[in-house]
Structures are given as structure tokens and as C-alpha cells.
């Protein structure tokens, strides 16, 4: 079954260009376009979708409360955050909305695709170093930026975890992490999906947000 997108952006050459490249695959169809936040949760409230191209600068409703409406919802849609270098702090409020990662607008076509497929099996787009340089950024505006670790549930999580936990939000990927603590990748993955689970959150992104917004990891990536 093709990967169902939905393409949310105001400029409508953009949403030609990037329906052009999703029209030629086999395994992806565009069902659906808004030109603003309002107009796509009406879109959404009538067609199936698996994948929303989101931008973030939009009239009457913006990508980024558009999006958080959007995750809100049960079973809703993955969302990839659309913007550009100059536009980070909304790639980062995107992020903590629910969107699974985000994207620049001048994405080369192969990037894209690959994106949205990763998108729809489950898994973040966003590099977690990426991540972490835009959390670096912003950091100082998480409220406990700078403290001890304040969220509750991270008492959930065995010591492992945790320290799997840490170097997920530092940017290592599980190879990485599992090279680090001399564990498989199998284990590593496996402790990802317990840290998700004890904590409700949907992927890595959510986790590196998390560690930085808890003061388990500040800006810098350290602990």
C-alpha cells in the first residue's frame, strides 16, 4: 500500500515541486494539500494520511500548533517539520509540538523520499546529532536548563537506561552506543524501546528533547 502524504505549505509552487517527486514513486501518493494550518486539520478530518509535509511559517494557523493539534489527536499522522537554517527555533518548537523530525526546505528530491519512508516505519528523520546541535542552541530556553534532573519518571528507567538514555540525547546512534558500552545493537535497541515505553514518549527525538528539557543532558551534550 503506498505511504499516504499530505502536503501543508502556503507557497504553491513548493507543493508542486515536492508532488512532482513524491507522484514518481510506486510506494507514495499525494492525497491531499493546504495552503494553512486551518485548512489541513479540515483536510485531515476527512482523508486518511500517513505522512504531513508541514511548513512552520504559514497565514491563520502556523505548522507549528497546526501540528501539535495534529499529534494530539489518537493515531494521527507523523509530521516532518519543513524550514531552513534561519528558522531553527521553529524546527525545535515543532519538535516538542509532536512533528518527528524536521527538514530543509531545499532537501535534494533522494533525501526526501528517504525521509518519509523512515518517517512511516516508525523511526525520527533528524540525525541525533543534528538534534543536538539545534538543542544546543536552544537549550537555555528549556525552563529547567542548567538543574538537576526534574522529571519524575526518569525514576522509571534502570541505571542502563538512563545511560542509554544520556547518550542517545548526545548524538550517538545505537551502533555508536552499543560500541560505548560494549553491548549488541539488539541490546541497545531493546533498551530505546523500554525508555520509550516507561516514558510514553514516540521516538528518539521525543528522548533528546526530554533529556535536555529534565536537565539530564544540558547544552553541549554534557551530563
Keep these: ?72 489527536e489518537p493515531n494521527p499522522p507523523k509530521v516532518l517539520i519543513l524550514t531552513t537554517f534561519d528558522l531553527d527555533e521553529y524546527a525545535f518548537s515543532g519538535l516538542k509540538a509532536g512533528a518527528s523530525g524536521f527538514m530543509l526546505k531545499d532537501v535534494p528530491p533522494g533525501e ?51 545511560e542509554v538514555m544520556v547518550l542517545v540525547a548526545q548524538g550517538l546512534s545505537n551502533g555508536e552506543i552499543a560500541a560505548r558500552l560494549v553491548l549488541s545493537e539488539a541490546t541497545v535497541k531493546t533498551h530505546v524501546g523500554r525508555i520509550l515505553t516507561k516514558l510514553g514518549l514516540r521516538d528518539r527525538v521525543q528522548v533528546v528533547v526530554l533529556a535536555y528539557e529534565t536537565g539530564l543532558v544540558r547544552a553541549g551534550g554534557q551530563t
Excluded: N, W, Y
Aim: aromatic fraction near 2%; glycine fraction near 4%.
Design 1 to 72: 500500500m503506498a505511504i499516504r502524504v499530505m502536503l501543508v505549505d502556503d507557497q504553491v509552487l513548493l507543493r508542486t515541486g515536492f508532488r512532482m517527486v513524491l507522484a514518481a514513486q510506486p510506494d507514495m501518493e499525494v492525497v491531499a494539500e493546504a495552503g494553512d494550518g486551518v485548512e489541513a486539520l479540515q483536510v485531515l478530518r476527512s482523508t486518511e494520511v500517513d505522512v504531513v509535509l508541514m511548513d512552520v511559517r504559514m497565514p491563520k494557523l502556523d505548522g507549528v500548533e497546526t501540528t501539535r493539534r495534529i499529534c494530539s
Design 112 to 162: 526526501l523520499l528517504t525521509a518519509i519512508r523512515s518517517v512511516h516505519s516508525g523511526d525520527a528523520v533528524v540525525a541525533p546529532s543534528t538534534t543536538r546541535r539545534l538543542l544546543d542552541r536552544f537549550a537555555p530556553m528549556l525552563p529547567s536548563a542548567g538543574k538537576e534532573p526534574q522529571f519524575k519518571e526518569l525514576e522509571r528507567l534502570t541505571d542502563r537506561e538512563r
